[in-house]
């Protein structure tokens, strides 16, 4: 039950924006996942830069106190957003037991990567996905994750305090919440082959953040693959809903190239 798009509404988590970025952020979180043309939200980067691509643009620094929570990355190290400040951040929120959505966009995270080291900008860019799920997600675990898709040094995956994370998915106004498994044969562990006991449904939500530590796009929903697959250990844990949202998603939302787009606008920088 990963599946934000089942579960996303208003209610859980709007999103704090000013200016024009509101409106447009609260209709995204309204409808759940955007899809086609009315869900596009545009406007230009830096002069020279792509446009911004579907999802929505915004300007709103992230405060000190967020900033400086201290997480947990898959090598055991203290990582803080200030401590990025001066690279481009993309972050999103998963867990590595997810069956539905996060290896997707782990999928375009990865094609994403390839192509920033594509265009020599790997030192500019930070990937990291931030889990959900502290209380299975240790660092172990998450480098396990990690090394399914291969170690790169600009991708990072964290964990921190259930008090900190909590902190850190509520500015950025990510609703999660944990619940019981759904009815049959539980699914078994990819890591451990043991069987899982609850879930933790949450928004799909990826963040664009500048080099000046303001959050500069995000998108809110499924992940459209484009026809690449997630390594097999990933690919063969998804359920029926993840197979789906992998060869035919119903309601996608952003695509690499969207991403790649976004993180072009905010860097000036031609990518792919």
């Not at 024009?20 to 899809?35: F, I, K, N, R």
């Not at 509520?170 to 082959?193: C, M, N, Q, R």
Request: proline share 9%; charged share 20%; aromatic share 6%.
């Amino acid at each position: 039950m990963h599946g934000a798009s089942r579960r996303r509404t208003l209610s859980y988590a709007p999103r704090r924006l000013v200016g024009p970025a509101l409106l447009a952020a609260l209709a995204l979180l309204a409808t759940g996942c955007a899809s086609g043309p009315a869900a596009v939200v545009s406007s230009q980067g830096p002069s020279g830069s792509p446009s911004l691509p579907a999802g929505t643009p915004l300007d709103r620094p992230v405060p000190a106190e967020v900033a400086n929570l201290a997480l947990v990355d898959q090598d055991g190290r203290t990582l803080t957003l200030a401590s990025l400040r001066g690279k481009t951040v993309v972050l999103t929120d998963f867990l590595t037991l997810c069956q539905e959505i996060c290896p997707l966009t782990s999928a375009n995270f990865d094609t994403a990567r390839k192509l920033v080291a594509k265009a020599g900008l790997s030192d500019q860019v930070v990937f990291l996905e931030g889990t959900v799920d502290p209380a299975r997600d240790t660092p172990a675990r998450l480098l396990a994750y990690q090394k399914i898709f291969g170690v790169a040094p600009n991708w990072k995956f964290f964990t921190g305090t259930p008090k900190d994370l909590a902190a850190l998915w509520k500015f950025f106004g990510i609703y999660h919440e944990k619940v019981a498994e759904g009815s049959g044969p539980p699914p078994t562990d990819w890591l451990t082959g043991r069987p899982l006991t609850y879930d933790v449904s949450h928004q799909d939500v990826v963040v664009v953040l500048g080099p000046d530590g303001h959050e500069r796009w995000l998108v809110d929903g499924t992940p459209d693959t484009s026809g690449v697959t997630p390594p097999t250990t990933l690919a063969k844990f998804l359920n029926h809903e993840g197979q789906q949202n992998l060869n035919k998603p119903s309601d996608p939302s952003w695509t690499a190239a969207d991403l790649v787009a976004a993180i072009g606008a905010v860097t000036g920088k031609q990518i792919g």
